[in-house]
């Protein structure tokens, strides 16, 4: 079987959020899914029926993963959620209104919003000229849906002490029975700071997976 990583970005990103993270893994064997937001589509995942997939997806992108017809033998939320405004009333009630400000906001400045977003995500994101302002409002819609995890598949979850976007008690909140890991330093990117630590855990989580008789050669 071929092992195949499948990268899915978040909200507000696009593909090249995993340019650093990606080069410690064999480019043939990695996909990076697009959804669209600032140039085309590029969703599309061959499979031949001899290929192992991991997903690996950062925020919204790891509902994205799930959202897919694809049969993952692991997944990897990275900064990820299922429930974005999380289930306590105190949590739910402070990040839903947040979130209303913010749909608000993108309504009238698009690109002033993104542009809040990636600061607080702790990057000075990218030099934006165009984006489909539908794509993004849908998806931005989609945050105040719930998802569940799939059965019986392996779950990684890898977060940051420091990020204000997933916080550390939603992760909590929502990952009560997975793996979860906390890096220091991160905020809401994938950078130079956590990317040893991610690249680390997600290897030692396929070996685990690997050593409990898991039949994918992983």
Wanted: aromatic letters at 12%.
């Amino acid at each position: 079987m071929k092992l195949c990583f499948v990268f899915s970005h978040g909200w507000g990103f696009d593909k090249k959020i995993w340019n650093i993270l990606s080069k410690k893994f064999p480019p043939e064997n990695c996909i990076f899914l697009d959804q669209g937001y600032f140039s085309d589509k590029e969703l599309s995942i061959p499979d031949d029926g001899h290929t192992t997939f991991i997903g690996i997806g950062h925020s919204l992108g790891f509902i994205k993963l799930l959202e897919l017809k694809v049969k993952f033998s692991a997944l990897v939320a990275i900064q990820g959620f299922l429930n974005f405004l999380g289930h306590g009333q105190y949590l739910y009630c402070k990040r839903n209104l947040e979130l209303d400000v913010m749909k608000r906001h993108f309504e009238i400045y698009p690109f002033k919003t993104l542009q809040s977003f990636y600061a607080k995500c702790g990057i000075d994101g990218p030099n934006i000229t165009a984006l489909d302002k539908e794509l993004l409002r849908k998806d931005l819609n989609q945050l105040s849906l719930k998802f569940e995890l799939p059965k019986e598949v392996p779950i990684l979850v890898l977060a940051s002490k420091d990020d204000v976007v997933v916080p550390p008690n939603l992760v909590r909140d929502n990952f009560k029975n997975a793996k979860v890991f906390f890096h220091d330093k991160g905020a809401h990117r994938i950078s130079s700071l956590n990317c040893d630590f991610i690249f680390n855990k997600i290897m030692g989580f396929l070996d685990e997976i690997k050593e409990k008789g898991n039949p994918a050669k992983i």
